[in-house]
């Protein structure tokens, strides 16, 4: 089961995490950031998932850098205000945190990078500025605002073809720009298919992105 974690970024901030570790020795591990409502305790489901999976995992609360324990909730109105503390954050702070949570996370092997909604956009940034193996991208918001960014590690990306912040029209200009990018759409799905906690959750979407995410760390982080 995830537990929370207090790790330090380089900058001297110090900041919880959830963090959940396999049984067995790991065949690698993944930094998980959080959507734009803050480290909720689905976060912790999803390391518990991954770990589940012989993955260690860590996903950091960015939002310790405006306060402590800030969550919003899964309504129009958090969606709102997430947005606007993730707003107050500035890149560098971001990626001194995500490269605490792959400093931690080394010793147990080679390390991927993950997120969902703003999250997502937050990972493919991270793909392209620091040193990680692969991505795993739950419906990266406005990575198609980033697409001068080119990831440095293989990527696969997750997107339903009814997510109303992301169009079809969107996740082609990521396939334009971005060839090598495996792209996976899920019939019907919407933004946070993957989330139990949110309306638009499906079961069977989130299911099979998870074991196609298990089979892209499979290929990519085998040593």
């Not at 707003?87 to 490269?99: F, H, K, P, Y």
């Not at 991927?112 to 997502?120: E, K, N, P, Q, V």
């Not at 500025?129 to 419906?139: G, I, K, P, R, T």
């Amino acid at each position: 089961m995830s537990q929370k974690i207090t790790l330090a970024a380089a900058d001297g901030h110090t900041f919880t995490a959830w963090r959940s570790d396999p049984v067995q020795p790991p065949r690698g591990s993944i930094v998980v950031l959080h959507a734009v409502y803050g480290l909720s305790s689905h976060m912790g489901d999803v390391c518990d998932q991954f770990a589940s999976r012989g993955y260690a995992a860590i996903a950091p609360a960015l939002y310790d850098r405006i306060g402590k324990d800030i969550v919003h909730p899964f309504t129009a109105q958090g969606a709102a205000a997430g947005g606007k503390t993730y707003s107050s954050l500035t890149r560098a702070q971001i990626l001194a945190d995500v490269e605490a949570c792959a400093a931690a996370l080394r010793p147990c092997g080679r390390v991927a990078i993950s997120g969902f909604c703003t999250g997502g956009t937050w990972a493919w940034i991270a793909s392209a500025e620091l040193a990680f193996d692969a991505q795993v991208n739950f419906y990266g918001s406005h990575v198609p605002a980033h697409l001068a960014l080119a990831p440095r590690c293989p990527t696969i990306m997750h997107y339903g073809d009814s997510d109303q912040f992301v169009p079809m029209e969107a996740m082609d200009r990521i396939r334009a720009a971005h060839p090598e990018v495996l792209i996976h759409v899920y019939p019907g799905g919407k933004h946070a298919f993957f989330n139990p906690q949110q309306q638009s959750y499906d079961s069977a979407h989130a299911a099979l992105a998870l074991e196609q995410s298990i089979a892209f760390l499979d290929r990519q982080l085998r040593l």
